[in-house]
């Protein structure tokens, strides 16, 4: 089974960036398909960002594109969410998910991170 540990979030101002990191366990961690959720209070869990297993393919949610960048490496088991120019509306508690299945659809996802909050001031 997958454990995965995220950390990076953190309160900022508007127009900052910040960088996420989940730490994985699993030595087949380059069989999973990762991806990084985001649920605002009130809200449901939305898929923002993910990425392939190999890292040859992404995929964004359209709020995010051009500003969020998901990476991922296999070597060090880890997956990265690098978050630029955050606005409020980006305030959420961030997952950090994976999947043996398709890393694009969000009903996949198997396993799960605790969640780092990430917070927006305008």
């Known amino acids: 089974q997958v454990q995965l540990v995220e950390s990076g979030g953190g309160l900022v101002q508007a127009g900052d960036s910040l960088r996420l990191s989940c730490a994985a366990s699993?030595?087949?961690?380059?069989?999973?398909?990762m991806g990084w959720f985001r649920q605002a209070p009130g809200k449901e869990r939305k898929l923002v960002a993910a990425?392939?297993?190999?890292?040859?393919?992404?995929y964004y949610a359209d709020s995010v594109k051009g500003r969020f960048s998901i990476s991922r490496d296999n070597a060090k088991n880890t997956v990265i969410l690098q978050m630029n120019a955050l606005n409020p509306e980006d305030t959420a508690l961030y997952y950090c998910?994976?999947?043996?299945?398709?890393?694009?659809?969000?009903?996949?996802?198997?396993?799960w991170g605790q969640g780092t909050q990430v917070t927006v001031s305008s």
């Open positions: 998910a994976a999947t043996r299945s398709s890393f694009g659809i969000a009903a996949t996802y198997d396993y």
């Open positions: 699993e030595r087949t961690f380059s069989a999973y398909g």
């Open positions: 990425i392939s297993s190999r890292g040859k393919y992404t």
